[in-house]
């Protein structure tokens, strides 16, 4: 399996998930078995964007911590966004459990994840790495004596 495959699994299973709780909402039956398992018809919403934004987020930043084939300026935006999702999805539990935690030190923590993994995830290397600084780079002279000696033979 691809991992863009995974990606886009992930993104389908969150949404099915918050589908399936709207489903279950509506069905007369289900609603008993959703308020003994403590969800209030109420809650529906916050519960079904803490399953979209949630897997999202951790589909994100998976997606920017194993990507190969992408720039270290994407992966890091992949980290950036998911760790954004992510305090949606802090921010719907909290919602949800109606905890009394102040929002400002949830985005502080959310920032600090978020530059710490944007720099683990690109390795400290810089997004606009000049050629001359690959191995095996030859400068301009370099190619032309090359060429000469090529043209010679």
Do not use: C
Not at 7 to 26: C, E, M, P, Q, T
Not at 28 to 46: V, Y
Not at 48 to 67: C, E, M, P, T
Not at 117 to 142: F, S, T
Request: hydrophobic share 55%.
């Amino acid at each position: 399996m691809s991992k863009t495959f995974l990606f886009k699994l992930l993104l389908g299973l969150s949404i099915l998930a918050a589908a399936v709780l709207w489903l279950l909402s509506v069905i007369p039956a289900s609603q008993a078995m959703l308020e003994e398992a403590g969800i209030k018809n109420g809650d529906i919403g916050s519960w079904a964007a803490l399953f979209v934004s949630g897997g999202w987020a951790v589909a994100f930043i998976l997606l920017g911590i194993f990507s190969k084939d992408k720039t270290n300026i994407l992966k890091k935006w992949y980290v950036y966004f998911g760790v954004a999702l992510g305090v949606v999805a802090v921010v719907m539990l909290i919602n949800i459990f109606a905890w009394e935690v102040p929002m400002l030190p949830v985005i502080a923590v959310a920032v600090a994840l978020a530059l710490l993994l944007g720099m683990i995830v690109v390795g400290g290397k810089k997004w606009d790495q000049g050629d001359n600084q690959n191995a095996g780079y030859k400068n301009y002279h370099q190619r032309k004596a090359e060429e000469e000696k090529k043209n010679k033979e």
